[in-house]
């Protein structure tokens, strides 16, 4: 029996108790008690019966360098992160909301270029802007814009540049971030035996180092 089923049962076996106090018992504090079992146990039953879900961290997007042939392939990445490991949707939104945390990230690919974008993913407090309206009063936001290339977040350059290639393609705007500018994964020796041959060739270049060092003195 799941841990589940035990407290249903639990909660059920309270309802009961409480409807056999109002049934049997005509003390007025035991009847009052028996009431509030009953009470108590519909609400536990009925907790209970909502559907849990597992409260889990985003998943880390693996970036194939590979596969990303054309910008569109980088907004499409940037969509991604945007909605799931970035946590971009959390504050801002995109359109107007008045629930928002940050400002509006609407057509905010056509307003700020590629490298402000950028200054402001990584270095937020450089240059603050309240708002990104072109008139009336700037409003204030509840939330501080975080680095997002550090801890918690801590997004890739590949990463960021994913993120703002989709808030220019959601602006109606070119995308400027090409493929080029992604950084290549660093890639070691994928043979243990090759990497333990190169480890022992460079032993043994130090070590004739060494040897014509002292052959010189």
């Known amino acids: 029996m799941s841990e589940l089923a035990q407290l249903q049962l639990v909660a059920l076996g309270i309802v009961i108790f409480g409807i056999l106090i109002l049934l049997f018992i005509r003390s007025n504090f035991f009847r009052v008690t028996g009431f ?4 108590l146990g519909l609400f536990s ?3 209970l019966a909502v559907p849990q879900m597992a409260s889990l961290p985003p998943a880390d997007e693996t970036i194939d360098i590979a596969s990303i042939k054309t910008p569109a392939d980088i907004a499409a990445l940037g969509q991604t992160i945007f909605f799931s490991k970035g946590q971009c949707a959390l504050c801002h939104s995109i359109g107007p909301s008045e629930s928002a945390r ?15 974008l950028y200054e402001s993913l990584t270095d937020p407090q450089a240059f603050i802007y309240q708002d990104y309206r072109h008139g009336g009063v700037p409003k204030e936001y509840p939330a501080t814009m975080p680095r997002i290339d550090k801890d918690p977040i801590g997004l890739s350059k590949n990463e960021i540049l994913a993120v703002i290639a989709f808030l220019q393609q959601m602006s109606g705007e070119p995308i400027s971030v090409s493929v080029s500018e992604l950084e290549m994964p660093e890639q070691g020796p994928s043979d243990p035996v090759k990497a333990a041959q190169a480890v022992s060739v460079a032993r ?8 014509n060092l002292w052959n010189v003195r």
């Open 36 to 39: 509030v079992s009953i009470v």
């Open 45 to 47: 039953l009925m907790s």
């Open 102 to 116: 940050c400002p509006d990230l609407k057509g905010i690919g056509a307003k700020l270029t590629k490298e402000f």
């Open 204 to 211: 043994v270049q130090g070590q004739e180092k060494r040897g």
